[in-house]
T-cell receptor, first 113, second 111 residues
Framework: DAGVIQSPRHEVTEMGQEVTLRCKPI?????LFWYRQTMMRGLELLIY????????DSGMPEDRFSAKMPNASFSTLKIQPSEPRDSAVYFC???????????FGSGTRLTVV | EDQVTQSPEALRLQEGESSSLNCSYT??????LFWYRQDPGKGPEFLFT???AGEEKEKERLKATLTKKESFLHITAPKPEDSATYLC????????????FGTGTLLAVQP
């Protein structure tokens, strides 16, 4: 298995632009998670899906952030409009069942200038 | 509120010098405690899950232990390739599947 695949690996954008991050989970995994990692706050859960349904989005910072999972093999995290404070590494992870460890992707490093 | 605190923030060891990393947690019902390793520029890599106090898991030079309030990651005779950030996370025993992470311990092992 290729693991969890994220794209792009790096994204540099100007403040106010729309940014879309993409994730393909491991086939057969039914839970998908979006995390954000910064030096100051570490890994923060933004949202997670179970069987393509959003279960907990309490970590989404504000209305500028939205996430979708249209099918079991694809998810997007969108930021519109982007701001410099959104600069971070965004990770997607998936798991097969509750209690299993997650498998993380390699992350997308987002820089908003 | 669920909380995870890791110490120390950073640790420098000589090759072969054994030590332990600490993860203290507060959670109203623990389903599992997870340890991950993260290398620079990569996503966290799963190491262990511990489910109940007294449980131990081992993998090569690493051994994880769990009590009702904390977990330790013991590193025996470390090598430079063990250098990484080690992350601890807890999963609540409720219906949720989410993990709450600590901020990690940055381990550097010098040859």
């Amino acid at each position: 298995d290729a693991g969890v695949i994220q794209s792009p690996r790096h994204e540099v954008t100007e403040m106010g632009q729309e940014v879309t991050l993409r994730c393909k989970p491991i086939s057969g995994h039914n839970s998908l998670f979006w995390y954000r990692q910064t030096m100051m706050r570490g890994l923060e859960l933004l949202i997670y899906f179970n069987n393509n349904v959003p279960i907990d989005d309490s970590g989404m910072p504000e209305d500028r952030f939205s996430a979708k999972m249209p099918n079991a093999s694809f998810s997007t995290l969108k930021i519109q409009p982007s701001e410099p404070r959104d600069s971070a590494v965004y990770f997607c992870a998936s798991s097969y069942r509750t209690g299993d460890g997650y498998t993380f992707g390699s992350g997308t490093r987002l820089t908003v200038v | 509120e669920d909380q995870v605190t890791q110490s120390p923030e950073a640790l420098r060891l000589q090759e072969g010098e054994s030590s332990s990393l600490n993860c203290s947690y507060t959670v109203s019902g623990l389903r599992g405690l997870f340890w991950y390793r993260q290398d620079p520029g990569k996503g966290p890599e799963f190491l262990f899950t511990l489910y109940s106090a007294g449980e131990e898991k081992e993998k090569e030079r690493l051994k994880a232990t769990l009590t009702k309030k904390e977990s330790f990651l013991h590193i025996t005779a470390p090598k430079p390739e063990d250098s990484a950030t080690y992350l601890c996370a807890v999963q609540h025993s409720g219906a949720t599947n989410k993990l709450i992470f600590g901020t990690g311990t940055l381990l550097a092992v010098q040859p």
